[in-house]
């Protein structure tokens, strides 16, 4: 079955790098993404990858995949006090050139102190 | 423009009411889709309308009742909810059947008496 593991909470002060982490079990999933969700707000998605990659780097944040161990992380550099939310892992498969629902991890809290 | 609107931002209701949540967006996605939402949880599906048509019902009980009027547009008509419906509900579109990416509404708090 589908499921999409992280750690609940992560704390981190400002001007560090964060690391947050995922691991999947369906070897199938075909695109792996990253969305904040601020307190009250809805979901933005940050970044995503597709599974034939095993690096994404976008300004602060770098995407690692290690497709062999089912691993996900998201390392978010030089760490701010604005980055204080809770970052869902999400996966999704392709079905003959559709995508599946998008299947989400529990969320990982990030707190980010002064 | 990648901006997904919903109103109202919060509802309260009671369990006899009947209400509307609603959705839009103008990026010229044809995928739309409901979430919900409960505290401290992930989003969990609900419903997907792809072209205007409902694809997905993932199971949500009858007193939801999701309508697509128009490509831009959709809605979540609520019918003697129960407490534990009391959530956050998004909404969700993407740009089609090979959509890699979902962008998010802020969502309606909604809260059963």
């Known amino acids: 079955g589908e499921d999409v593991e992280q750690s609940l909470f992560l704390s981190v002060r400002e001007g560090d790098s964060s690391v947050i982490n995922c691991t999947y079990t369906d070897s199938s999933s075909t695109y792996l993404y990253w969305y904040k969700q601020e307190p009250g707000a809805g979901l933005q998605l940050l970044t995503y990858?597709?599974?034939?990659?095993d690096m994404k780097q976008d300004q602060r944040l770098t995407v690692l995949l290690n497709k062999k161990d089912k691993h996900l992380s998201l390392r978010i550099a030089d760490t701010q006090t604005g980055d204080s939310a809770i970052y869902f892992c999400a996966e999704t498969q392709d079905y003959g050139g559709s995508q599946g629902n998008l299947i989400f991890g529990k969320g990982t809290k990030l707190s980010v102190k002064p | 423009d990648t901006e997904v609107t919903q109103t109202p931002k919060h509802l309260v209701m009671g369990m006899t009411n009947k209400k509307s949540l609603k959705c839009e967006q103008h990026?010229?996605?044809?995928?739309m889709y409901w979430y919900k939402q409960k505290a401290k949880k992930p989003p969990e599906l609900m419903f997907v309308?792809?072209?205007?048509?409902?694809?997905i019902n993932e199971s949500v009980p009858s007193r939801f009742s999701p309508e697509c009027p128009n490509s831009s547009l959709l809605n979540l008509h609520l019918h003697a909810l129960q407490p534990e419906d009391s959530a956050l509900y998004l909404c969700?579109?993407?740009?089609?059947?090979?959509?890699?990416?979902?962008?998010f509404g802020p969502g309606t708090r909604l809260t059963v008496t």
């Open positions: 990858i597709f599974s034939n990659m």
């Open positions: 990026m010229g996605h044809r995928a």
């Open positions: 969700a579109s993407s740009q089609g059947t090979r959509s890699y990416e979902q962008y």
């Open positions: 309308y792809s072209y205007e048509k409902l694809s």
